[in-house]
Structures are given as C-alpha cells and as structure tokens.
C-alpha cells in the first residue's frame, strides 16, 4: 500500500483567516538529502511539505511557492510530464555527467550542489516564504546641526504613517543619539535589537524581522540596546532595507550627522533625504556642511527648515535645495515625549499637517 506525502511539521505557518500558507515542496526519497534540506530550511524559516514518489507530489506541485527536486528522484519526476512553472530547482548531493540534461526534464530553473550551494538555498527558501512585496519607499532624514530635531521628525513621520495604515519600519541609525525607542518611550519594549542583527550575514526576511522587532499597530522600530554601541556594518544595514523595501509600505531612517558606511547604504537606497535646518546663519552654514557629504552618496535631497531669523525660503536657496516644509516649533513637545506620550498628528496640528505633507511628495520607490 503506497505511503501518503510526508509531513514536515514545524509550528505551521498561519494566513490571515487561519488557513494554512503553502509550503515549499521537495520531492525526494533520499533520507540524507531531505535531513540536509529540512536543516536548510529552517536556517531560513520555511516549513516543508515532502513527497518520496512524484505521484504524491503532483496535488502540491501548483500550489507550492518553490518546489525542490531530489536527483534521486528527477529521472521519475520528469516521466509525470509536470506542468511547466518557476521556482523549480534540482539538488544533489553527488553531481552526474547528465546532471543537466535531468534538470531540463523536470523544468527546474537551475542545479544546486550541496554542501556548496547551501546558502543560495536558504535565500530561496526564504524567498519562497515571503509574502507578496510591499516595495516599501525609503525616506531618510539627518540633522543640520545637533538638535534641529531630525529624530523627532523621522519618529513623527513613521506616527503618521503607521496611523493612516501604512506597515512602517523606524530605523534608529545613529548609534550615539540615544535610541529612537528611548524617544517613543518604548525603550523597555521586547523585541530585537541592532546588536541581534549585526551578526547574521546575507539576506534577511521581511516577515522574520517585522516579527522580531518591537511593533506598535503599524509601526516597528530597529534601535539599539543600551549600553556600549558599535558602528552599524554596511551589509547590516543593506540587509535590512532591503527587508524592509520588500515588507513594509515605508521605511524611514534617522541618521547621524556624522555618516558611516551604514548611513551612506541608507542614503544610497533612499528615494528622498529630508535634511533639518533651523533658519539661521549657523544653522545654515553647519547644514552646508552636512549636505556635502550627502550629495556624495544621494542625489534628491529637500530641506526641511525650523523656524529662525531667516526667511524659510532663503536659508533654503542659501542651501541650493528644495524646501520640503516648515518644522513648526512645539514648545511642549519635549515635555510630552519626556513623559513616555507621543505627540497628536491629527489633520488639525501643524506637525501632522507637515508629515501629511511630505509623505504625499516623497516619490516613489
């Protein structure tokens, strides 16, 4: 009596509603190769549906997000004549002459050899295990000089957002500034931190990190723990925004005036930079300098100006940029975030008015 498909069964995955997601398949009766590809999987996250006979493969085969077939298996597998469809790979474990002419016949995309091809399988893997992308926009947003209030304008913004329903990432990138969590009073919220992240190395999931981060309806936030804080690595930073392109509807990133490799990823991936200028001689002459280093890393940069003895629209052609906005002065808005409260957005206020504003004009990814 022929067997039915083997389960891999690991705290399945839940759809909206409660159904069940649909798994990569793998289709193998190699026991050592299916232990090398459960391993495999879960280093990205994924739970597999199995199947030792292609018969039991062909209900999953559609429905599959990526299917796996053994080499033991591929000379079977292509008999059944499988409807064409992507995401469709050949691994082995001890590579043949005919190797490709096999791969062809099931219609996979490509061969992969373990142990050498491990991790491009994880990162199919956890490819396969995304949902659909978001290509969430990425704003950045630095100070002209210390306390012109960048900060409060990227934790404003990803507010504004997360409260008309956008799934908004908050990216604390200056490690000295003091934790944008800390700003939100949500410094002692679970979840992770930098310094979970800065060890992983290549792709990152969009779903693993919105779970993994501390969220707030909406909005989650990527700070950093308290205590001593190294520089961000590039890869880190490139890891996850391009999660958060592919998750969330907009990524928005608070960075150091003094820009690392990890704030110039940032600035290389951001569809806009809103640089913070009070309007003032000093202000304007310290943000000059900070706009010289951003120019040298991203080319749409808009100036978003404090209130000063300057006109708005001529510390803003002082600075050669367009002004994005005017950043009210909100006399009691130190006292409310000192108090663990978060600031009113409302249509009504000046500030939510100013993030409304520049959310509609920051172009598209």
Not at 1 to 24: C, D, F
Not at 92 to 106: F, G, N
Request: hydrophobic share 45%; proline share 8%.
């Amino acid at each position: 009596m022929a067997s039915t498909p083997t389960r891999i069964r690991l705290a399945l995955p839940q759809a909206k509603g409660g159904t069940r997601m649909n798994r990569p398949l793998v289709i193998t009766d190699d026991h050592e190769l299916l232990d090398d590809l459960v391993r495999i999987a879960a280093a990205a996250g994924a739970h597999l549906d199995v199947a030792h006979t292609p018969a039991h493969a062909r209900p999953l085969w559609n429905l599959a997000p990526m299917v796996v077939v053994g080499g033991d298996l591929a000379d079977e597998v292509a008999t059944f004549s499988p409807p064409a469809r992507d995401r469709v790979l050949l691994v082995t474990r001890t590579p043949e002459p005919d190797t490709w002419r096999r791969c062809v016949a099931v219609g996979a995309q490509a061969v992969v050899d373990l142990p050498g091809g491990e991790r491009r399988l994880v990162e199919e893997f956890a490819d396969a295990m995304e949902p659909e992308p978001r290509s969430g926009a990425i704003i950045s947003v630095v100070g002209g000089r210390g306390g012109a209030g960048a900060s409060v304008l990227s934790a404003c913004l990803a507010l504004r957002a997360s409260g008309d329903g956008l799934r908004t990432l908050l990216v604390d990138a200056d490690p000295l500034g003091g934790g944008i969590d800390a700003l939100l009073g949500h410094e002692e919220a679970p979840g992770a931190r930098w310094r979970d992240l800065v060890a992983r190395e290549g792709r990152v999931s969009s779903t693993a990190l919105h779970r993994a981060l501390p969220s707030f309806g909406e909005l989650s936030v990527l700070s950093f723990h308290r205590g001593e804080v190294r520089p961000i690595p590039a890869q880190a930073m490139r890891s996850v925004l391009e999660a958060g392109h592919r998750g969330f509807d907009l990524v928005v990133v608070d960075l150091p005036r003094h820009l690392d490799a990890a704030a110039a990823e940032a600035l290389s991936r951001s569809s806009t930079t809103l640089l913070v200028a009070t309007a003032d001689v000093r202000g304007v002459l310290a943000a000059s300098q900070v706009l010289t280093e951003l120019n040298h890393h991203t080319s749409d940069v808009r100036a978003v100006l404090r209130p000063g003895v300057l006109q708005s629209d001529v510390a803003a052609s002082a600075l050669g940029i367009p002004p994005a906005g005017l950043l009210p002065d909100q006399p009691r808005l130190t006292a409310t975030l000192n108090r663990g409260e978060l600031p009113k957005l409302g249509p009504r206020t000046a500030l939510g008015t100013l993030c409304a504003s520049l959310l509609r004009s920051c172009p598209p990814p």
